[in-house]
T-cell receptor
Framework: KAGVTQTPRYLIKTRGQQVTLSCSPI?????VSWYQQTPGQGLQFLFE???????NKGNFPGRFSGRQFSNSRSEMNVSTLELGDSALYLC???????????????FGEGSRLTVL | AQRVTQPEKLLSVFKGAPVELKCNYS??????LFWYVQYSRQRLQLLLR?????SIKGFTADLNKGETSFHLKKPFAQEEDSAMYYC?????????????WGAGTKLIIKP
């Protein structure tokens, strides 16, 4: 079974630009979560999608958005990039949504975003 | 509010010494707790969860509801245990069933 795939793996943007990151979950997994990982803040939850619906959202500004398609693939978008958005963005998939009887999260390798 | 606290950002021990990574939580219901690990240049992955009561790679973690702790322990550290470790709590309805993550502990095993 293929693991969680994230594209692109690395990207460099300048302030004010926007970026779209993609995540393909493990086949059969309908829950996709997104995290921002930085050395100073650790793992910060962005949002979770399950069956194309956003279930949860973390404390990030509205510049951060996401969506999930009918094939469970997910994208996240960051508009009007700021220097502080430089981070590793991780996607995780699971068979069940987080919560009651939370299953194991399977993480991708991440997309490393650098904002200049 | 539901919270997971990992008090040590960095823990350094010698090879062969016992290791204990601390995790304390605040949660009013019956918690579901996990340890995730991220080795250098590898994906973040599940190490163990409290409901499994397993020992993975020599690590164990016991849920102590009285002390609201879920510390990760290993009697004899090995160099390959060097990694970033995250404790996570599966929250209930109050947190809309989010996974609550600790800040992580970087474990360094010295030769």
């Amino acid at each position: 079974k293929a693991g969680v795939t994230q594209t692109p793996r690395y990207l460099i943007k300048t302030r004010g630009q926007q970026v779209t990151l993609s995540c393909s979950p493990i086949s059969g997994h309908r829950s996709v979560s997104w995290y921002q990982q930085t050395p100073g803040q650790g793992l910060q939850f962005l949002f979770e999608y399950f069956s194309e619906t956003q279930r949860n959202k973390g404390n990030f500004p509205g510049r951060f958005s996401g969506r999930q398609f009918s094939n469970s693939r997910s994208e996240m978008n960051v508009s009007t990039l700021e220097l502080g958005d430089s981070a590793l963005y991780l996607c995780a998939s699971s068979a069940r949504p987080t919560g009651i009887g939370t299953g194991e999260l399977f993480f991708g390798e991440g997309s490393r975003l650098t904002v200049l | 509010a539901q919270r997971v606290t990992q008090p040590e950002k960095l823990l350094s021990v010698f090879k062969g010494a016992p290791v204990e990574l601390k995790c304390n939580y605040s949660y009013s219901g019956s918690p579901e707790l996990f340890w995730y690990v991220q080795y250098s240049r590898q994906r973040l992955q599940l190490l163990l969860r409290h409901i499994s009561r397993e020992s993975i790679k020599g690590f164990t973690a016991d849920l102590n509801k009285g002390e609201t702790s879920f510390h990760l322990k290993k009697p004899f550290a090995q160099e390959e245990d060097s990694a970033m470790y995250y404790c996570a709590l599966s929250g209930g309805m109050d947190s809309n069933y989010q996974l609550i993550w600790g800040a992580g502990t970087k474990l360094i095993i010295k030769p």
